[in-house]
């Protein structure tokens, strides 16, 4: 036996052991470590108060250091900020007998993550100004499902598309096939249909009172068929290969588009939450399911995910196929048939 034969499988053993860590690095990077590492920091919150009380919000305002990030507005003025989710909560300032009372303000159409942190925050402040417990007012209240169903859908809808076109790269390279434009939008379309139904029927499933109308299905379906484009894409111009981009970024859905910015270590913010596209379905559906759909979140999904539709079919749909199509075997299983001569 030669030694090269024999030092082999030491050579894979020291490979598999280096490619093991290096996916553990990489995971912990995309998942536990945004977690691990967040961290509030100038989280958007508003006090508003009529005239008479403007000096008394413009001192809480000065409070609260790096923590909070605090804007003074009219009584009107915080309720439409905290619509347009310019802000996670508003302190309202209100005149009593005894002096200010203070009432928090708080919306189940923003991200829970930015909620909870905006109402222990202001609670804390009104409780110090006041000697009391605030009193708490949820506008557009969200149950368990409502607060949740944004996320999981949305990470339900990449996992299920991504399913659908390995699954076509897979089964069209053992039969030696390459589909063509036809099969590649058919495969589009027929994956963002059925991933749209089973999405809608999970959220019927988890809270029966949750809106399912025209503009949540249509949202359900341009995520979904956005979702599908880019990944059978990359799959047509990579193969399998692409799995290895596509499939973490399944993991960035829980640890980095369910947090609000404000939560997130600035590395983080800038490298993941800044372009995922899981965020932009996210927040966009929880303004459509919470009853807002003008909130600026809704239209910047319709963008963004129209914007990987079309980028997807361009890449999926241009004629004469890749370089790795153009060289890839036609025949069953890879194998390439060799005549005698």
């Known amino acids: 036996m030669s030694t090269s034969t024999t030092r082999r499988p030491w050579t894979l053993v020291a490979l598999t052991s280096v490619l093991g860590a290096g996916v553990a690095v990489v995971l912990g990077f995309l998942t536990f470590g945004a977690q691990a590492t967040a961290s509030p920091d100038e989280v958007p919150v508003a006090v508003t108060a009529p005239q008479p009380l403007r000096p008394v919000a413009e001192r809480v305002a000065g409070q609260g250091g790096d923590l909070l990030d605090w804007r003074v507005e009219t009584p009107a003025g915080g309720r439409e900020a905290l619509g347009d989710k310019e802000v996670y909560g508003v302190l309202e300032l209100l005149p009593g007998p005894d002096g200010p009372v203070a009432e928090v303000v708080v919306s189940g159409a923003v991200n829970p993550s930015g909620t909870q942190l905006a109402r222990q925050a202001l609670s804390g402040v009104a409780q110090g100004m006041t000697g009391a417990p605030a009193r708490v007012e949820t506008i557009h209240p969200a149950g368990q499902a409502g607060r949740t169903a944004p996320l999981a859908v949305s990470a339900l809808s990449w996992v299920g598309c991504l399913a659908a076109g390995g699954a076509l790269t897979v ?3 053992r ?3 390459r589909p063509g434009a036809g099969a590649r939008l058919a495969q589009l379309v027929g994956t963002g249909v059925l991933v749209t139904a089973v999405s809608a029927g999970f959220l019927r499933l ?7 109308g025209w503009d949540v299905l249509g949202f359900l379906l341009l995520a979904a068929t956005g979702f599908a484009a880019v990944q059978l894409g990359l799959l047509r111009l990579l193969g399998l290969r692409a799995m290895a981009v596509l499939g ?6 829980p640890a980095v588009a369910g947090q609000v910015p404000e939560l997130l270590n600035p590395a983080y913010r ?3 939450w800044s372009w995922t596209p899981f965020r932009f379905s996210t927040e966009g ?6 009853s807002t759909p003008d909130a600026p979140d809704v239209g910047t999904g319709v963008w963004v995910l129209g914007g990987m539709l079309v980028a997807g079919l361009v890449v999926l749909l ?6 790795r199509e153009q060289a890839e075997p036609h025949a069953p299983d890879r194998v390439v048939q060799v005549g005698v001569h």
Not at 206 to 212: A, G, K, R, T
Not at 318 to 323: F, I, V
């Open 171 to 173: 089964l069209a390279g």
């Open 175 to 177: 039969a030696g096939a």
């Open 206 to 212: 988890w809270d029966s009172s949750l809106p399912l």
């Open 248 to 253: 973490p970024l399944y993991l960035v859905a």
């Open 270 to 272: 800038a490298l993941l």
């Open 285 to 290: 559906l929880r303004s459509l399911l919470m």
């Open 318 to 323: 241009w004629p004469g196929g890749s370089a």
